[in-house]
């Protein structure tokens, strides 16, 4: 059996890792020579300065998590078996959740693969890579993909900026088949998702839930869709019965999209390029209301150092869009920025809510969907949080 090399653990460190957390920081590790010289995303095994074994990670010098663990077990052999065992796992997992395959196949940590998410439509799936360790792993785990779903299209959209805190170019490809448009079903509604230039993978399946439980809310109500992006969840409020839907977003290919997703559904909705929080306070100023307004903004929070701004800025959202709530509303508040904690998003909602002289009673309080896992010992897993809010 191959012996991957040792990193070595300072003295009293990685007593996360030993409960199985699966990140190790540069700082908990003993950073000579050897490991300087490892290749960034090197396969490791990751030892305390005792010699106890904690299992097989990959390494990389130049990260601040430096080392993110693929196995309890020392010496594993990261192939595509290694893969297949994972996927077949994870499909197993969303097998059990639903009957058609439009989901999150791979999570990251949740699902045991740091570095890698993969989205499925159907028959095609598109993976997007962010660690250097993962990188290097590519050819396994096409193979694995081969095996286990078969897709007839895989895309891969390396395009995301946080690859660059790895060492990482951006790119984007298809590894098998082509980059198209493709559509998709959630919640019994049909979408469009543009995989190669949309954001992200082309569709966000994290709010699938969120917009199921806002739809339930919509027949007969008027609804703003705040930061639509390709209309998820207007279109859904939409078929569901509202009465009136508007979406409102700031890129007009993404509203081209959802005017195309609106249309093969039969639903009627507005459809409005602007500034959200120039919009918000115009129809603040022409007294406009809606019975359900939904605002998932893109991450205000991209980095710690982020934090006191994104969290202003949360708060000023809430302002404004509870400001354009009718009498007896509802209003969905959303973050995906993984670096504002809940208490602290609930606590700017409800600040901003205040500050729009509204009362508001908290209804629901959600994250994403369960096609995505969080590890137990990693609540930046758990990035997504949803606050919906009655009115006065």
């Given at each position: 059996?191959?012996?991957?090399?040792?990193?070595?653990?300072?003295?009293?460190?990685?007593?996360?890792?030993?409960?199985?957390?699966?990140?190790?920081?540069?700082?908990?590790?003993?950073?000579?020579?050897?490991?300087?010289?490892?290749?960034?995303?090197?396969?490791?095994?990751?030892?305390?300065?005792?010699?106890?074994?904690?299992?097989?990670?990959?390494?990389?010098?130049?990260?601040?998590?430096?080392?993110?663990?693929?196995?309890?077990?020392?010496?594993?052999?990261?192939?595509?078996?290694?893969?297949?065992?994972?996927?077949?796992?994870?499909?197993?997992?969303?097998?059990?959740?639903?009957?058609?395959?439009?989901?999150?196949?791979?999570?990251?940590?949740?699902?045991?693969?740091?570095?890698?998410?993969?989205?499925?439509?159907?028959?095609?799936?598109?993976?997007?890579?962010?660690?250097?360790?993962?990188?290097?792993?590519?050819?396994?785990?096409?193979?694995?993909?081969?095996?286990?779903?078969?897709?007839?299209?895989?895309?891969?959209?390396?395009?995301?900026?946080?690859?660059?805190?790895?060492?990482?170019?951006?790119?984007?490809?298809?590894?098998?088949?082509?980059?198209?448009?493709?559509?998709?079903?959630?919640?019994?509604?049909r979408y469009f998702a543009d995989l190669?230039?949309?954001?992200?993978?082309?569709?966000?399946?994290?709010?699938?839930?969120?917009?199921?439980?806002?739809?339930?809310?919509?027949?007969?109500?008027?609804?703003?869709?705040?930061?639509?992006?390709?209309?998820?969840?207007?279109?859904?409020?939409?078929?569901?019965?509202?009465?009136?839907?508007?979406?409102?977003?700031?890129?007009?290919?993404?509203?081209?999209?959802?005017?195309?997703?609106?249309?093969?559904?039969?639903?009627?909705?507005?459809?409005?390029?602007?500034?959200?929080?120039?919009?918000?306070?115009?129809?603040?100023?022409?007294?406009?209301?809606?019975?359900?307004?939904?605002?998932?903004?893109?991450?205000?929070?991209?980095?710690?150092?982020?934090?006191?701004?994104?969290?202003?800025?949360?708060?000023?959202?809430?302002?404004?869009?509870?400001?354009?709530?009718?009498?007896?509303?509802?209003?969905?508040?959303?973050?995906?920025?993984?670096?504002?904690?809940?208490?602290?998003?609930?606590?700017?909602?409800?600040?901003?809510?205040?500050?729009?002289?509204?009362?508001?009673?908290?209804?629901?309080?959600?994250?994403?969907?369960?096609?995505?896992?969080?590890?137990?010992?990693?609540p930046e897993t758990a990035y997504l949080?949803?606050?919906?809010?009655?009115?006065?």
């Amino acid at each position: 059996m191959t012996s991957h090399k040792t990193i070595k653990l300072k003295p009293k460190e990685g007593r996360r890792a030993r409960a199985g957390a699966p990140w190790i920081f540069s700082n908990e590790i003993q950073m000579d020579g050897a490991a300087k010289t490892l290749a960034p995303g090197t396969v490791v095994n990751v030892a305390g300065d005792d010699g106890q074994i904690f299992g097989t990670g990959y390494f990389n010098a130049k990260s601040l998590i430096s080392v993110r663990m693929l196995d309890r077990a020392g010496d594993v052999i990261i192939g595509t078996g290694y893969f297949v065992r994972h996927l077949q796992h994870a499909l197993a997992i969303r097998d059990a959740l639903y009957a058609k395959p439009y989901y999150r196949l791979i999570h990251a940590e949740g699902d045991g693969l740091p570095g890698l998410t993969i989205d499925r439509f159907g028959d095609t799936v598109v993976a997007q890579i962010t660690t250097a360790g993962m990188e290097l792993l590519v050819d396994p785990l096409l193979a694995a993909l081969e095996k286990t779903v078969a897709p007839a299209n895989v895309i891969l959209r390396n395009d995301t900026p946080s690859r660059a805190l790895e060492g990482l170019g951006e790119y984007v490809r298809a590894a098998k088949g082509e980059s198209l448009r493709i559509a998709l079903e959630e919640n019994g509604v049909r979408y469009f998702a543009d995989l190669t230039a949309g954001q992200k993978t082309g569709w966000y399946y994290d709010q699938r839930d969120n917009r199921a439980f806002m739809a339930a809310l919509a027949n007969g109500r008027s609804v703003l869709d705040a930061y639509s992006y390709t209309g998820g969840f207007g279109i859904a409020a939409a078929k569901a019965g509202a009465k009136e839907v508007v979406c409102l977003d700031s890129s007009a290919p993404a509203l081209a999209i959802a005017e195309d997703s609106a249309a093969a559904n039969g639903a009627k909705c507005k459809f409005v390029k602007a500034d959200v929080f120039e919009e918000l306070e115009r129809l603040a100023l022409a007294k406009e209301t809606f019975d359900i307004v939904i605002a998932d903004p893109p991450p205000f929070v991209r980095a710690r150092k982020d934090l006191e701004p994104g969290a202003k800025a949360y708060r000023k959202l809430a302002r404004l869009a509870a400001a354009v709530v009718a009498p007896n509303g509802f209003l969905l508040l959303a973050s995906c920025s993984h670096n504002i904690p809940m208490e602290r998003f609930a606590a700017e909602c409800a600040a901003g809510i205040a500050r729009s002289n509204r009362s508001a009673a908290l209804i629901r309080q959600a994250g994403a969907g369960p096609d995505h896992p969080v590890h137990p010992m990693l609540p930046e897993t758990a990035y997504l949080k949803a606050l919906v809010y009655a009115l006065d």
